[in-house]
């Protein structure tokens, strides 16, 4: 486990913290005026290896060799010129700070980090993190990366869990959850079930990945929830007519793939992010990570059940109630989170993916988003 530490005065800024992988959503912009929970569990902490955060430069001041170093390889809006590498972790395990006032610009319902890092070392002052909590944002604290250093406390983390280890925890993150809206409607509710935000930033991402694999060729999934979630897509982005490339689900606790299979959607690592590799013949296959948690719900569905337990009531506990309502609308990937993954594939600059970008502009392309 690490901690944080001041880089001015070595004063500690964090609780002891283990490090997990930087999550899909982790800047999610979802909806408008809606309260979005926290980032990071508890305890953990992600490292950020892209630069983000002001100043940004647009496309238009960036050279094409500098974009490709960056591992750009399409346009974009802007790109951040940040130091990379910024840590987030809750804002429960932030120690010793002090949010800066003259720093709170920017924000809607809450501080959203527009003019740079809010937070400051109580004991000396430096700027060292930006607190974030508007309304549409997951809320967490980032600690700049050259403002903290990070201490090990102990080694008790040092080895990541085994799949066998992680499956025993079964953690899954379900596929639909509760939004809540900051206000009410006029009918009186500021909450609803909805597909889950962290669903629609994974699956954004293993879309472009999904896309990639793809060759350019149609792509079929299977039934059930997997289908519901990229099938829709798929067919509108890809082409007709040639043979159609197979995607199956893969992973630790399901059958060994079918060797037939094209491509693998499989989990990756919640600590080190690797994904999970299948042994021959299907090794051949091309791997599509998902987080473990959304790879976990879509190969061992749990539907029907009832809804957890809140509060203090103790873990794997339910109560009697109905099963959570299943959303009545199409899922939606995320479309930030779609293209920040398609850029930063090199295959987005073959013709037939060119023709994909084109598609992203059409009225009925956006639809999918």
Not at 126 to 140: G, K, M, N, P, Y
Not at 148 to 165: C, F, I, K, N, Q
Request: some cysteine; glycine content about 8%; overall charge negative.
């Amino acid at each position: 486990m690490f901690v944080f530490v001041c880089a001015g005065c070595g004063a500690t800024l964090t609780a002891p913290l283990s490090q997990v992988v930087l999550p899909a959503h982790a800047h999610q912009q979802y909806g408008n005026g809606l309260q979005l929970p926290v980032l990071m569990q508890s305890g953990t902490f992600a490292v950020d290896p892209e630069p983000w955060g002001p100043p940004w430069r647009r496309w238009e001041e960036i050279d094409p060799d500098e974009a490709t170093a960056r591992g750009i390889y399409a346009p974009v809006y802007a790109l951040s010129d940040s130091a990379p590498g910024a840590i987030v972790i809750s804002p429960g395990d932030a120690r010793g700070t002090l949010l800066i006032p003259e720093k709170a610009g920017g924000y809607c319902c809450g501080l959203a980090g527009g003019d740079g890092p809010n937070m400051a070392c109580e004991a000396c002052g430096l700027a060292v993190a930006t607190r974030i909590d508007d309304c549409s944002l997951w809320q967490a604290v980032w600690l700049a990366p050259n403002a903290v250093r990070r201490l090990p406390v102990d080694d008790t983390d040092a080895e990541p869990l085994s799949w066998g280890e992680l499956m025993a925890e079964g953690k899954g993150t379900p596929a639909f959850e509760p939004i809540t809206a900051m206000w009410g409607s006029r009918l009186g509710l500021n909450h609803w079930w909805a597909w889950s935000p962290r669903w629609e930033a994974a699956a954004g991402r293993a879309l472009a990945h999904l896309l990639a694999a793809s060759e350019g060729r149609p792509v079929t999934v299977p039934d059930g929830l997997v289908n519901e979630v990229f099938q829709r897509a798929l067919d509108a982005l890809l082409p007709v007519g040639p043979p159609a490339r197979r995607a199956i689900l893969a992973g630790p606790g399901l059958p060994a793939p079918d060797p037939d299979a094209d491509i693998l959607l499989v989990p990756a690592h919640p600590q080190t992010g690797e994904p999970w590799t299948p042994a021959e013949p299907a090794a051949s296959a091309c791997p599509v990570p998902l987080p473990f948690g959304v790879w976990w719900w879509l190969a061992f569905p749990e539907r029907g059940l009832p809804v957890p337990a809140s509060g203090r009531m103790p873990d794997g506990v339910l109560r009697d109630e109905s099963p959570a309502p299943h959303p009545h609308d199409f899922f939606r990937a995320d479309l930030r989170a779609f293209k920040h993954a398609l850029v930063r594939l090199p295959v987005v600059r073959s013709p037939w993916m060119r023709e994909i970008l084109e598609k992203l502009n059409r009225p009925t392309t956006v639809s999918l988003f």
